[in-house]
């Protein structure tokens, strides 16, 4: 339950330094915290019977359906958050097909990144990095706004580069617990409202199908998974990888935790390089 320690520590940054919220940084801050008692149920559940399993699949997937359907809502009413930049391309509106995308992304993320968290430090850093750049690319955009004149989303979009920034403050502030050797663990309180975070300063941004580029590692995690089960049950028991998700192949393979962390970090760096290089052409 380490996650418990940033994501308080987080909300209370944002309390003392922020002035004047906007209601997309509250909303952002209200995901993050719902889906934050989501992982600290599963999580709670564990410690108290003592078994493995916390919350069974279907809990977890009804209460994060429940608030990822909340926030495609909000999203789809909000004309701030109503479009979505497509990397290389430009803006576009997608009316309300924003909905079931928003839907997806929600529950892709959130699991990304708990799938993630299986090494020691691996979704601390990761998720470091990706809001490194993601504050990076709002910072831009927010000064682009300003100087069109469009003051309200270009503040809008200053407090969730704003949020980036605590939540960025926040992990480095952890990684020291949480690095290789790890004496305190994330839990899904922690990977469940950080892939929450992730998606909400993405998704509240219009920068929704940058996840997948600037999180490829999330990406990766997810997929790893999804081809292990289905060759698995198509093969009759043959696996692609000698574990999945990808990082524990890895890990198999020989590859310490460190040098799996720190692959997964500039990776990460490398796709906000590339998408770094897409904004400034």
């Given at each position: 339950?380490?996650?418990?320690?940033?994501?308080?520590?987080?909300?209370?940054?944002?309390?003392?330094?922020?002035?004047?919220?906007?209601?997309?940084?509250?909303?952002?801050?209200?995901?993050?915290?719902?889906?934050?008692?989501?992982?600290?149920?599963?999580?709670?559940?564990?410690?108290?019977?003592?078994r493995n399993e916390g919350l069974k699949a279907y809990q977890k997937i009804i209460f994060q359906l429940a608030i990822a359907v909340g926030v495609a809502l909000y999203v789809y009413l909000n004309p701030i958050t109503n479009q979505i930049k497509i990397p290389f391309f430009g803006n576009f509106d997608v009316n309300w097909w924003v909905i079931p995308l928003?839907?997806?992304?929600?529950?892709?993320?959130?699991?990304?990144?708990?799938?993630?968290?299986?090494?020691?430090?691996?979704?601390?850093?990761?998720?470091?990095?990706?809001?490194?750049?993601?504050?990076?690319?709002?910072?831009?955009?927010?000064?682009?706004?300003?100087?069109?004149?469009?003051?309200?989303?270009?503040?809008?979009?200053?407090?969730?580069?704003?949020?980036?920034?605590?939540?960025?403050?926040?992990?480095?502030?952890?990684?020291?617990?949480?690095?290789?050797?790890?004496?305190v663990f994330m839990g899904d309180v922690g990977s469940l409202g950080l892939g929450a975070l992730v998606a909400c300063v993405s998704t509240f941004s219009g920068y929704t199908l940058y996840i997948p580029i600037l999180g490829i590692m999330?990406?990766?995690?997810?997929?790893?998974?999804?081809?292990?089960?289905?060759?698995?049950?198509?093969?009759?028991?043959?696996?692609?990888?000698?574990?999945?998700?990808?990082?524990?192949?890895l890990q198999h393979k020989g590859w310490s935790e460190t040098r799996i962390a720190t692959v997964y970090c500039l990776v990460t760096i490398f796709m906000f390089l590339v998408l770094l290089w897409e904004v400034f052409i």
């Open positions: 339950m380490g996650g418990i320690a940033f994501l308080l520590s987080m909300t209370l940054a944002l309390c003392l330094c922020q002035k004047d919220w906007q209601q997309t940084t509250l909303t952002a801050v209200f995901v993050v915290l719902a889906f934050g008692v989501v992982g600290f149920l599963d999580d709670f559940i564990k410690l108290k019977y003592k928003v839907i997806f992304v929600f529950l892709a993320t959130t699991n990304g990144v708990n799938l993630t968290d299986g090494l020691d430090g691996l979704a601390t850093t990761t998720t470091f990095v990706y809001l490194v750049g993601m504050a990076v690319l709002l910072g831009v955009e927010s000064n682009k706004l300003q100087n069109f004149g469009e003051t309200l989303s270009a503040t809008a979009t200053s407090q969730l580069c704003s949020l980036c920034c605590v939540g960025a403050g926040s992990l480095l502030a952890f990684l020291p617990f949480n690095a290789f050797p790890a004496k999330y990406v990766v995690s997810c997929l790893s998974v999804i081809l292990q089960v289905a060759y698995f049950k198509v093969t009759n028991g043959k696996r692609i990888f000698l574990m999945a998700p990808f990082h524990h192949h």
